[in-house]
């Protein structure tokens, strides 16, 4: 069938477009790069012509409040209401574990902004709540970085692999429409400062790690089930030794 991958040219994107055509599918990698904008309309309906199943993968290119808020709005209205005339059976968002527990963080509402107008849409839907990506550690380590010390909440973080997600992914393609939000998450559980001290000190980083229960997640508190499921999540199998063995050694 064809499938179209909103974002498919990105880190998630382009792992899932891989693996649908390795399984006989035609897949539309869409992003502003081949010709298609979900902000301005630009190259959608030609895109979605004859399209089973869109998975949007597409993220904000700012997290300024105003400007994602917008981005997963406009970005939203507009793929639905191609997708309405298209006739596509099968809308796939990828979103965040604990989203409609960080509504202080402007990010995190405007993903469920997005979630609303899915549900809301008349779609059928599945919307995949996966956990942080341990592709992003470095860039939490620099959010919470003042010299050579990094300031970071103990709280529960179970992060997953961009491969384990893209496998989650290309399954939720090919399968019918939960019309429900499912979760996927790593498959080991640590806490957010021990991680990232183990995750620096094999990068050979010399910054120290400090713990502190006020430190804030891009603007939001945490505790020890903001960003971790409790609800029977799909567990990937790559560890976080796994993972910097085979992606993430010094250079």
Do not use: C
């Amino acid at each position: 069938m064809k499938i179209v991958v909103i974002g498919g040219t990105g880190l998630i994107g382009s792992k899932t477009v891989e693996r649908l055509r390795q399984k006989g599918h035609e897949v539309i990698a869409a992003s502003p790069n081949s010709g298609v904008n979900t902000i301005t309309g630009d190259g959608l309906a030609a895109a979605l012509e004859g399209a089973e199943v869109v998975l949007d993968l597409a993220n904000s290119p700012s997290f300024e409040d105003k400007a994602v808020l917008e981005f997963f709005e406009i970005s939203g209205r507009n793929l639905l209401a191609a997708e309405k005339i298209a006739g596509v059976k099968h809308h796939i968002a990828l979103s965040v574990v604990g989203t409609e527990r960080l509504q202080d963080s402007g990010y995190f509402r405007g993903k469920l902004a997005q979630e609303k107008l899915i549900k809301a849409s008349g779609i059928p839907y599945t919307i995949v709540h996966s956990t942080q990506f341990m592709e992003f550690l470095n860039g939490i380590a620099q959010s919470g970085t003042i010299g050579q010390t990094v300031r970071l909440s103990p709280a529960f973080v179970q992060p997953i692999a961009s491969d384990d997600v893209a496998d989650a992914m290309a399954d939720v393609a090919l399968s019918p429409p939960a019309n429900a939000t499912i979760e996927i998450s790593g498959p080991e559980r640590a806490r957010l400062s021990e991680l990232v001290a183990r995750y620096l000190k094999a990068m050979k980083d010399p910054r120290t790690v400090e713990a502190d229960p006020e430190a804030k997640y891009f603007g939001v508190r945490l505790n020890d089930h903001s960003l971790v499921s409790d609800d029977n999540p799909r567990l990937g199998s790559i560890t976080f030794e796994q993972w910097f063995a085979k992606s993430a050694q010094p250079k």
